[in-house]
């Protein structure tokens, strides 16, 4: 399948699901539990996203002192619960990579 | 009346304007990412309008560089974007007296950065009946400067070494969102889950550990979501 095709389906998707709701306003009732869900969906699907990179950079869990990876990753936590900025974790992230000695 | 459509216009642009500091070198990186995965430069900067999600972008590079099947992309492309139905759901009830196309027009226009600026907003209860020009103003401020960034990512992208880690800005980028979110002990518990099913996971085929794990998670905030109430 050309990449054109499976752009143009990923944007499809993606503005079917931002107008979902506001189409939908007071003319379909969601499940109860659908509202129930959201709150869950954006920390269940980064996180999925970014504890493999971290820990498994090269495909195998890797847990140790010489992983650059998992280090910056770990600043970059620590970085974004104190400053909540997206901008200084990048910054801080790309530091701890650049200069983590292995 | 068009002069305080133009106010409120201004003043969503003016709200968004800091944003773009941490928003357009993510577009850079994201456009010289693009050329390095394999896409055509006309294809990274019709990414940027088609998708207009930076992460989504982000992800779409990955998969295609390592040759996931379509439906598989499509699906995980959507699935990262799930979290706008959120957004999607919060403002409906705003804009519901509007035209269609004012709603078709917002929805486009719905980003995390957009979002964060509206919310802010109707947290500080100022709510003239123009606002729909200020939510138009950030939207259209966020998309101007991403297609700029992204243009711009696309010319420097191409002389820029290849074994910089620029892929690297997708975690550091998530990590970011995803912190301060995590505000209580479900939502831990769902990253916990989500995290430890993605590692277990992470070798079945197509990145489908990537589903797996985010629908545990979001199993496990269902869950104790209904145990608390």
Redesign the interface.
Known sequence: ?S?????????V???A??????????KVAFPP?F??????????????????????PQ?V?WLAWDNA?LM??VA??VI??TT????W??VG??VV?GVWPF | MVASAFREFRAGVLALAPLLVGVMPFGMIYGALALSQGLSPAAALAMSTILFAGSAQFLFCQLLGAGVPAPVMVAEVGLLNLRHALYSAALAPRIAHLPRRWKLALAYLLTDEAYAVIARREAAGDAGPDRHWFYLGAGLALWGGWQLSTAAGVVVGARLPTDWPLDFALPLTFIAIVVPLIRNRTLLAVAAVSGIVALLAAGLPFKLGLLAAALAGMAVGWQLAGRIR
Do not use: D, Y
């Open positions: 399948m990449v054109w095709l499976i752009m143009a389906l990923c944007g998707v993606t503005f699901i931002r107008l979902s709701f506001i189409a939908a306003e007071g539990g509202r129930r869900l959201l709150p869950f969906v954006p920390v269940a699907t980064l996180t999925a996203l970014v504890i493999p990179e971290l820990l498994m495909g869990l990876r910056a990753g970059a936590i974004a619960a909540r900025s997206v901008p974790t990048l992230g790309f990579l």
